[in-house]
């Protein structure tokens, strides 16, 4: 009985990285346009002198469901072909 080859490190590196880099610019796909958001209701409430803090929320929250409905899909397709290069590898690696 022959064991099977450990994963290579170059492959875990790369399979690591691209993690990285796929949840980073998930992140900032959603975290940019709410900051961009928060620092312009930000402005208009110390315009107006307005410190209700509820105010805020419901600007944040459409900016989010945009986003959701504009780049959604294509989060959603980069995270499915990460997992599914991965799942080769890993695969590829074993036999």
Do not use: C, N, W
Request: zero cysteines; charged letters at 15%.
């Amino acid at each position: 009985m022959t064991l099977a080859p450990a994963p290579d490190d170059a492959m875990l590196g790369d399979l690591a990285r691209e993690a990285v880099l796929l949840f980073a610019g998930s992140a900032a796909t959603f975290l940019v346009p709410l900051l961009v958001v928060a620092v312009v209701v930000g402005l208009i409430q110390t315009i107006f002198s307005v410190q209700e803090s509820s105010i805020s929320f419901l600007p944040k929250l459409a900016a989010l469901v945009l986003v959701t409905a504009i780049a959604g899909e294509r989060l959603l397709l980069g995270l499915a072909d990460y997992l599914e290069r991965g799942l080769i590898d890993m695969v590829g690696a074993i036999h």
